[in-house]
C-alpha cells in the first residue's frame, strides 16, 4: 500500500507523470499489459442511463454511434471497443408532483422504460443477456454477450403502490435508489432547494429498504441526503453502494460523499462507483443564468425528450455557444482521475468501483464516451495498483457485492416474489 499511496500520492498533486499523459492519448496510450488486464476482467459500470435513448426515433443500441453525432456514450459497438462487459441500466424517472396524478404517471413511466430495457435484451439475444445474480456476470461474458443488470434511480415510480417493488424484482430488477435531486416520498434529496423534508427517510422508506432487504436488492444511496446515507447504514442488513458518487474532499458539492462516509461504507462492506459527470468533479462555473438559457434551448425544442437528429445536433451546438459565453470550465480526465484515486486511497481497492453516468450527463474531455474505459486501467495501473486490485475495481467489486446482498435476502419473500 506504501507504493500505491506515494504513486498515487504524486498523480494527485500533479498529475503530470508520462505514464498518465499517455493514457490521456487514448488507444496508442494504452500498454500491453493494460491492455491484458483489461479482457481478463469482468469490467461492469453501475449507471447506464442508455435506456433513456431506447425510445429516439432511429437511434438503435447495435449500431455505432458517436458522441459529436448525438449526444450518445454507449452503443453495442462501443462496449466490444472499449470491453465494458455490462452493468446496471437504468429505470430513471423524472421526479415531478407527488399528487395521485403524478404519481401515477411516474408509475406508467417506469414500467414502460423497464419494458424497453426488456424487449432490448430479447431483441438481441446473440449480444445481450438479463444478469440478476452475482455468478451471471462471468458466465453471460464467456458466452461472448454483454449483461444487462437492471437498476431503479428514484422510487419515484413506487410511490403510488410500493408494492410494485415485487413486480420489479420478478422482472429482473436488482438495485434501488431511492431519490434523485429533489425529496419524494421516500427519502431526502442531497441537493432539493427546498431542503429536507424528512430528515433522511420517511417510514415508507424504512419500509421500502427493508422490502429490498428481504429481496436481496442492493440500495444504493447515490442523490440521497447524507443524512439518508447514515439511517441506511443503520439499518441495512446487507452492504449498500452508491452507484454513481464522487469525493466531498476533493470538491465539495453536496452530491459527493465525505471521506468519513467513504470510511464507513467500507467498514460496511459497502462499494462507491466514481462518478464523471463533470459538474460534480469541479466547479464548472455554471451559473443560474446560464442554466436558464440551457433550458431554455431545450424549450424551444420542445423538450429534451423525443428529439430527432437534427434537433440535437442544433441543440449540443448552442449548448456550446452558451458555455463560451459564460465561460464553462470542462472537466477532463485529469479531474476524473483525482476523484478516482482519492476515493480508491480512501475506501481501499475492494470498495471502489466505476459508475461514470454514461448517458446521463457523465463524460469528460479525454473520456467522454464508453470506448475510452481502457484509459482507466492504464491509469490504475501507473498508479501502482495490481491486477487484482485493478479487476476488483474494474467489477469484482461489485460482484462481490451483489452476492452478499442476496445472501441475506429471505427465501420465502424472493420465492413468493418470483411466484
Known amino acids: 500500500m506504501k507504493k500505491h499511496c506515494f504513486v498515487a500520492g504524486l498523480l494527485l498533486a500533479t498529475l503530470s507523470c508520462s505514464s498518465i499523459a499517455a493514457a490521456r492519448t487514448g488507444g496508442d496510450g494504452i500498454s500491453e499489459q493494460a491492455r491484458r488486464i483489461h479482457a481478463r476482467a469482468i469490467n461492469l459500470d453501475t449507471h447506464l442511463d442508455t435506456p433513456a435513448l431506447f425510445g429516439r426515433p432511429g437511434w438503435k443500441i447495435t449500431d455505432r454511434h458517436t458522441f459529436e453525432q448525438d449526444g450518445s456514450q454507449v ?5 466490444v471497443e472499449g470491453g465494458l462487459d455490462g452493468g446496471f441500466w437504468v429505470v430513471f424517472t423524472g421526479q415531478g408532483t407527488r399528487d395521485g396524478e403524478g404519481k401515477r404517471g411516474a408509475r406508467d413511466f417506469g414500467l414502460g422504460r423497464l419494458a424497453e430495457i426488456r424487449e432490448m435484451v430479447a431483441a438481441n439475444p446473440d449480444r445481450f443477456a438479463l444478469a440478476t445474480t452475482a455468478d451471471d456476470a462471468a458466465r453471460i461474458k464467456a458466452e461472448g454477450r454483454r449483461s444487462v443488470y437492471i437498476a431503479m434511480e428514484n422510487a419515484y415510480p413506487l410511490e403510488h403502490d410500493p408494492s410494485l417493488l415485487r413486480f420489479y424484482y420478478r422482472q429482473g430488477l436488482r438495485m434501488l435508489s431511492l431519490a434523485h435531486t429533489s425529496n419524494n416520498d421516500f427519502a431526502d434529496s442531497s441537493t432539493d432547494a427546498r431542503g429536507h423534508e424528512w430528515e433522511g427517510l ?5 419500509a421500502l429498504l427493508v422490502e429490498a432487504n428481504r429481496l436481496g436488492i442492493i440500495i444504493d444511496q447515490s442523490h440521497a441526503s447524507n443524512a439518508v446515507f447514515d439511517q441506511i447504514i443503520a439499518l441495512s442488513k446487507a ?13 465539495a458539492h453536496p452530491r459527493n460523499i465525505d471521506d468519513a462516509r467513504i470510511r464507513t461504507l467500507a467498514a460496511r462492506g459497502g462499494v462507491i462507483h466514481v462518478n464523471s459527470l463533470g459538474g460534480y468533479l469541479i466547479d464548472t462555473g455554471a451559473t443560474p443564468e446560464y442554466r436558464a438559457e ?16 437534427e434537433q440535437r445536433r442544433q441543440a449540443l451546438a448552442r449548448i456550446r455557444e452558451l458555455d463560451v459565453k459564460y465561460g464553462i ?8 482521475l483525482r476523484h478516482l484515486l482519492h476515493i480508491v486511497e480512501v475506501a481501499g481497492w475492494q470498495h471502489v468501483g466505476l459508475g461514470a453516468d454514461w448517458d446521463g450527463g457523465g463524460g469528460v474531455e479525454g473520456y467522454r464516451d464508453i470506448t475510452a474505459l481502457p484509459k482507466v486501467t492504464q491509469a490504475l495501473l501507473d498508479a ?12 469484482g467489486n461489485l460482484i462481490r457485492l451483489i452476492r452478499e446482498v442476496q445472501a441475506v435476502a429471505d427465501p420465502a419473500a424472493v420465492a413468493e416474489a418470483l411466484k
Open 75 to 79: 452503443d453495442y459497438p462501443r462496449m
Open 202 to 206: 420517511s417510514e415508507q422508506g424504512r
Open 239 to 251: 452492504p449498500i453502494i452508491l452507484s454513481h458518487s464522487g469525493a466531498y474532499d476533493v470538491y
Open 294 to 309: 440551457v433550458g431554455k434551448v431545450y424549450a424551444a425544442l420542445g423538450g429534451r425528450r423525443g428529439l430527432n437528429e
Open 329 to 336: 470550465k470542462q472537466a477532463d480526465f485529469d479531474d476524473y
Open 384 to 395: 501502482g495498483y495490481d491486477e487484482e486490485q485493478i479487476t476488483a475495481i474494474l467489477g
